[in-house]
């Protein structure tokens, strides 16, 4: 993948915030749930690009789709640890602490379906570029149904 100053730079942004979550507790649950929403947020915007483009109301561009893609891919494992005990609220759901092995599975399939697109977008096929967005609305859309307020 080639790699310009702007995904170079969400790159190492992402990189930063990866470690400093990583390594702190969020001080308030009000600071979890506007990291969470805040990084679900970036990444549907990057995935409405793509989406945008599968679905022809956008030309496609292989470098504008690659780098939504890698975008997506790296800010589907981000929200995850705001999710923990006493951040409930926002637009969350209450299952997400009752059914935690299920919210995993959840996140578990939203990882793999991220990658599977950005590999779709590497490679330049559209079509695979369709499907793969396709798979990840839908898990998008099944976690949205189970767990977040309507």
């Not at 209450?94 to 793999?112: G, M, R, V, Y």
Request: aromatic residues 8%; positive net charge; glycine residues 6%.
């Amino acid at each position: 993948m080639k790699f310009n100053k702007f995904t170079a730079f969400v790159v190492a942004v992402v990189s930063t915030v990866i470690t400093g979550v990583a390594l702190a507790q969020f001080a308030k649950p009000e600071s979890a749930i506007k990291y969470r929403q805040s990084a679900l947020s970036v990444m549907g915007t990057h995935f409405a690009r793509i989406a945008a483009v599968a679905k022809g109301e956008v030309p496609y561009n292989k470098d504008d789709v690659m780098k939504n893609a890698a975008i997506v891919n790296t800010m589907a494992s981000l929200p995850w640890q705001a999710f923990g005990p006493g951040t409930e609220g926002g637009s969350a759901l209450p299952a997400i602490w009752t059914e935690t092995d299920k919210f995993k599975s959840s996140q578990e399939k939203l990882i793999s379906a991220a990658a599977s697109l950005n590999s779709a977008a590497q490679s330049g096929d559209l079509d695979a570029i369709k499907k793969a967005t396709a798979a990840t609305g839908a898990t998008c859309k099944g976690c949205h149904d189970e767990f977040k307020k309507k």
